[in-house]
C-alpha cells in the first residue's frame, strides 16, 4: 500500500465552474510525475479522487463542497422499473471487453455524440489529439466495453478504469439517435454486472452535484454509497 502523505498536490487557480453557475472551483491535481499503479488509484478512489486523461484530481473548493463522491454497491443494487425495462430492451445488443478503441469507427461514435450531446461542453468541437488524451489507457487499468447491434454496428463504448475494489466509470459515449434504448443507462447496468462478473464491489460514477441537473440519474442507482466527511455512507 502507498503511502499517501508523500504525494504531492498542486491546486489550480480558482476558475469558473463547469456545473454551477456564478461560482469559482479549485481543482487538486496529484503530481503528475508520480508513479501510478492499480493499488494508489484504487487508495485514491477511495478518498473521492477521479481520473481524466492522465491526471487524478479532486475538487478543493474554498467556498463549496457540493462535489459528492458516489458509488454503486453492486451486491446490494437493485435496478427500479425504469432500469429493468431498459436491462429487456436492449436484450438485443452484444457486449464485449476490448484492448484499444483507436479505430476510426469509435472515433466517430465520440465525436458524433459531442456534437449532438455535449456542444456547450468543454469537450467541444470533438478532436482526435483531444479523444486520445481523455480517454487512453491509463496505468494499464483501463478497460472498453462496446455495445453492438445484431449487425455488428457499434452503438456505445463505456470506458472503465478496474481497481482493487471496483470499476471507475469513467466516460459512455454513444448514439444518440437510438434514443429509446437509453444507452447511457445500460452503460452503467452493464459495468455493474461486469462488476458482478469479477467479484468486485463498486462502481464508482464519479461526482454528484445535487443542485445540478446532469447529475441527477446519479441517485436513480439504488442502493448508492456517499462520501460524506471522508466516510462513506449508504443512501437506500
Not at 492522465?54 to 473548493?61: D, G, S
Not at 429487456?88 to 459531442?114: C, F, G, K, P, T
Not at 434514443?179 to 454486472?193: K, M, P, T, Y
Not at 441537473?213 to 442507482?221: C, G
Request: aromatic letters at 12%; proline letters at 4%; glycine letters at 6%.
Amino acid at each position: 500500500m502507498t503511502d499517501l502523505s508523500n504525494l504531492k498536490l498542486f491546486a489550480t487557480q480558482p476558475h469558473p465552474c463547469s456545473y454551477l453557475e456564478g461560482e469559482e472551483a479549485t481543482t487538486l491535481f496529484i503530481d503528475p510525475n508520480a508513479p501510478v499503479d492499480q493499488d494508489l488509484y484504487s487508495q485514491l478512489s477511495q478518498i473521492g479522487f477521479r481520473r481524466s486523461g492522465a491526471h487524478l484530481y479532486r475538487p478543493h473548493c474554498a467556498q463549496c463542497s457540493a462535489c459528492v463522491s458516489c458509488r454503486i454497491p453492486v451486491e446490494h443494487f437493485r435496478p427500479n422499473r425504469k432500469q429493468r425495462r431498459c436491462w429487456r430492451r436492449n436484450e438485443d445488443l452484444s457486449l464485449a471487453m476490448v484492448e484499444q478503441i483507436d479505430a476510426d469507427e469509435h472515433y466517430a461514435l465520440y465525436a458524433h455524440y459531442i456534437n449532438t450531446r455535449h456542444r456547450d461542453g468543454d469537450m467541444y468541437p470533438p478532436s482526435r489529439a483531444q479523444y486520445e488524451a481523455f480517454l487512453s489507457r491509463a496505468w494499464g487499468v483501463t478497460q472498453y466495453l462496446e455495445v453492438r447491434d445484431g449487425e455488428g454496428r457499434l452503438l456505445a463504448v463505456a470506458v472503465c478504469d478496474r481497481l482493487d475494489d471496483g470499476l471507475s466509470a469513467v466516460y459512455t459515449f454513444f448514439d444518440s439517435r437510438e434514443d429509446r434504448r437509453s444507452l447511457g443507462v445500460f452503460g452503467i447496468l452493464a459495468q455493474v454486472e461486469q462488476a458482478k462478473a469479477l467479484g468486485l464491489r463498486y462502481v464508482y460514477l464519479g461526482y454528484w452535484i445535487k443542485q445540478c441537473r446532469k447529475m441527477d440519474y446519479k441517485t436513480q442507482y439504488r442502493s448508492l454509497e456517499m462520501l460524506v466527511n471522508r466516510r462513506w455512507v449508504r443512501v437506500n
